[in-house]
């Protein structure tokens, strides 16, 4: 894929102390999962090229010398930190990235289109059959089922193919020198030598995303010392290896650790009767499954749904878009990330990785009054007009809008980029 992957963002909750703050949706300040959801190819905008090369900075340079003495006193040794910074250096094109972060929200259903496309869907099962025995054993082992896992790793890092090459030690102190959250990247610039002092990992080796998530799974350093486990026996909880395993033994022992149930679902998507109280929905509304039934919400088979304890119904794009019950197993996932969307995503994943239908309720048109298929026919039919969008999943993103644009250009149309059932019309 020609564009960069967009980051998965939590909300800005306690997921801090956790993990990158944020698929990350989308895009925040610290999303900063080297992979993330793949890019759909309309949708993602072209990253610059950076290169993430030191710069000479005396401002860094007297920072890393005042911070030596603060992490030898939590600490960290004199032969560490020597080792550390040996060719470290301040990173402009990571201030630059922290500091260009474009809040933006994708809907639901484009959302899904990436995070669970046929091919992301394609791969996941080549993976889980790959990795199966495994897989086996770290569900054996703290109760995570195979598919969870691997969804997991398919949304953080595409099954490890986008893990990350920025070096962890020059980000996390350029950020921490002149980011908008010093305090929290010295936070895990300290956790980060504890790695390298421990002997899990060597400097050189310790590579991942422009603000230090790390490997497979896209561990913040503070997650790692916390979560990462040893699966292999070798002494190391390795999660840089392109042997997978450690990595994904550690984010399985992450959700066991926040209280995943085995053999619990996500959550089901339902339909909702007509005349459904929305105020009802949402997260914080938990009611029996039973008292669920009798509001007359039943699954997409007209069934009541299993019941697994206290439940919620979600509508994530309102009673037009396609409905949810979230059980436990959903909040122990927004343990890893916060964002509704991502949870949605991971749950929904790791149900197609082990055969399970697309989302079968409908979304509602865009703002525009375009579904999904005529947003994907217009794609279609500006490539054919010779105004590439790079793909055609539906998602309008900055490489559709350039199309778009020229198109209008061409034929002496205002230049908006802004996608219309006029257009698609025109087009046709």
Same mark, same amino acid.
């Given at each position: 894929?020609?564009?960069?992957?967009?980051?998965?963002?939590?909300?800005?909750?306690?997921?801090?102390?956790?993990?990158?703050?944020?698929?990350?949706?989308?895009?925040?300040?610290?999303?900063?999962?080297?992979?993330?959801?793949?890019?759909?190819?309309?949708? &993602?905008?072209?990253?610059?090229?950076?290169?993430?090369?030191?710069?000479?900075?005396?401002?860094?340079?007297?920072?890393?010398?005042?911070?030596?003495?603060?992490?030898?006193?939590?600490?960290?040794?004199?032969?560490?930190?020597?080792?550390?910074?040996?060719?470290?250096?301040?990173?402009?094109?990571?201030?630059?990235?922290?500091?260009?972060?474009?809040?933006?929200?994708?809907?639901?259903?484009?959302?899904?289109?990436?995070?669970?496309?046929?091919?992301?869907?394609?791969?996941?099962?080549?993976?889980?059959?790959?990795?199966?025995?495994?897989?086996?054993?770290?569900?054996?082992?703290?109760?995570?089922?195979?598919?969870?896992?691997?969804?997991?790793?398919?949304?953080?890092?595409?099954?490890?193919?986008?893990?990350?090459?920025?070096?962890?030690?020059?980000?996390?102190?350029?950020?921490?020198?002149?980011?908008?959250?010093?305090?929290?990247?010295?936070?895990?610039?300290?956790?980060?030598?504890?790695?390298?002092?421990?002997?899990?990992?060597?400097?050189?080796?310790?590579?991942?995303?422009?603000?230090?998530?790390?490997?497979?799974?896209?561990?913040?350093?503070?997650?790692?010392?916390?979560?990462?486990?040893?699966?292999?026996?070798?002494?190391?909880?390795?999660?840089?290896?392109?042997?997978?395993?450690?990595?994904?033994?550690?984010?399985?022992?992450?959700?066991?650790?926040?209280?995943?149930?085995?053999?619990?679902?996500?959550?089901?998507?339902?339909?909702?009767?007509?005349?459904?109280?929305?105020?009802?929905?949402?997260?914080?509304?938990?009611?029996?499954?039973?008292?669920?039934?009798?509001?007359?919400?039943?699954?997409?088979?007209?069934?009541?749904?299993?019941?697994?304890?206290?439940?919620?119904?979600?509508?994530?794009?309102?009673?037009?878009?396609?409905?949810?019950?979230?059980?436990?197993?959903?909040?122990?996932?927004?343990?890893?990330?916060?964002?509704?969307?991502?949870?949605?995503?991971?749950?929904?994943? &790791?149900?197609?990785?082990?055969?399970?239908?697309?989302?079968?309720?409908?979304?509602?048109?865009?703002?525009?009054?375009?579904?999904?298929?005529?947003?994907?026919?217009?794609?279609?039919?500006?490539?054919?007009?010779?105004?590439?969008?790079?793909?055609?999943?539906?998602?309008?993103?900055?490489?559709?809008?350039?199309?778009?644009?020229?198109?209008?250009?061409?034929?002496?149309?205002?230049?908006?980029?802004?996608?219309?059932?006029?257009?698609?019309?025109?087009?046709?």
């Amino acid at each position: 894929m020609q564009d960069q992957p967009f980051s998965i963002p939590p909300r800005r909750a306690g997921a801090l102390s956790r993990r990158t703050v944020g698929l990350g949706l989308l895009a925040t300040a610290l999303s900063a999962c080297a992979g993330g959801v793949l890019p759909g190819a309309g949708s &993602s905008p072209r990253a610059p090229e950076m290169q993430f090369r030191p710069a000479p900075n005396p401002g860094w340079d007297r920072w890393v010398a005042s911070f030596r003495s603060r992490a030898a006193a939590q600490g960290i040794s004199t032969a560490t930190l020597d080792r550390a910074f040996q060719g470290a250096g301040f990173l402009p094109d990571v201030v630059d990235r922290d500091r260009n972060q474009t809040e933006f929200t994708r809907s639901l259903e484009d959302y899904l289109a990436i995070a669970a496309s046929d091919e992301r869907v394609a791969n996941g099962r080549a993976e889980l059959q790959r990795h199966r025995a495994t897989l086996a054993a770290i569900e054996a082992r703290y109760g995570v089922e195979a598919h969870v896992v691997t969804a997991i790793w398919g949304m953080e890092s595409s099954y490890g193919t986008r893990r990350g090459t920025v070096p962890v030690i020059s980000a996390l102190s350029t950020l921490a020198y002149d980011g908008r959250r010093g305090a929290f990247f010295e936070q895990q610039l300290v956790a980060a030598l504890r790695i390298l002092q421990s002997g899990d990992i060597a400097p050189e080796r310790m590579t991942g995303s422009w603000a230090g998530a790390m490997g497979h799974t896209q561990f913040i350093p503070t997650s790692y010392l916390q979560y990462a486990v040893d699966f292999t026996g070798d002494g190391r909880r390795d999660i840089w290896s392109d042997d997978p395993t450690d990595a994904l033994a550690s984010a399985a022992a992450y959700l066991s650790r926040s209280g995943w149930r085995r053999g619990e679902p996500w959550g089901v998507e339902v339909r909702l009767p007509q005349g459904f109280n929305a105020g009802l929905a949402g997260r914080r509304s938990t009611r029996s499954v039973a008292d669920w039934t009798a509001q007359g919400v039943r699954d997409m088979d007209g069934r009541p749904a299993g019941d697994y304890g206290p439940a919620s119904v979600i509508i994530p794009q309102g009673l037009a878009g396609p409905a949810f019950m979230t059980f436990r197993n959903f909040t122990v996932i927004t343990r890893y990330n916060n964002a509704e969307n991502y949870v949605i995503g991971v749950g929904h994943l &790791s149900d197609r990785l082990r055969g399970g239908p697309p989302i079968r309720g409908s979304f509602p048109p865009d703002a525009a009054g375009m579904t999904r298929a005529d947003r994907q026919e217009l794609q279609r039919r500006l490539t054919a007009a010779g105004f590439d969008t790079q793909g055609t999943d539906g998602v309008i993103g900055p490489n559709t809008r350039s199309a778009i644009r020229a198109y209008q250009a061409r034929s002496g149309l205002p230049q908006t980029g802004e996608p219309s059932r006029e257009l698609l019309a025109r087009l046709r």
